[in-house]
């Protein structure tokens, strides 16, 4: 499939999905922040790695974000189908320094969604897939 001008593809990793950017690290948080609201996801919680590894072992990190996104109608699927995947919920999404460059990178939820061995949650999943791919490409 041929991409449109101006856009870009993500990288596939074991479990995600995600891209390096030509762009400082605050303003890649930005732009995930921004792109991930465009796909009706919102962030239900942040982990400053760098700031937790500071203040509980004392130790330098590089910037690295998480961000725990939510689309609430597609969680709402996949609470009724199976009421434990608040085990697995939300799906994260990670901003980090990588060789003076920003990465972001989603988590595969139709990975992570295997783990609980019911097809039901594989149409769900694809469709946060497809969202969340959109999310790293549109950076």
Do not use: W
Request: glycine residues 8%.
């Amino acid at each position: 499939m041929e991409k449109e001008p101006g856009t870009h593809s993500g990288t596939e990793l074991a479990y995600g999905y995600g891209r390096t950017l030509d762009l400082p690290f605050s303003a890649a948080v930005q732009r995930a922040r921004e792109c991930l609201k465009s796909e009706g996801f919102g962030v239900l919680c942040e982990i400053d790695i760098k700031e937790k590894l500071k203040e509980k072992l004392g130790v330098d990190f590089q910037n690295y974000l998480i961000l725990g996104a939510c689309n609430p109608p597609l969680a709402y699927q996949v609470l009724q189908q199976e009421i434990n995947i608040g085990l697995l919920l939300p799906c994260n999404v990670v901003v980090y320094e990588k060789h003076g460059q920003a990465f972001v990178a989603a988590v595969d939820a139709g990975r992570m969604l295997s783990v609980v061995g019911n097809p039901a949650l594989e149409a769900t999943a694809a469709q946060v897939n497809a969202k969340l791919h959109r999310v790293i490409d549109n950076l």
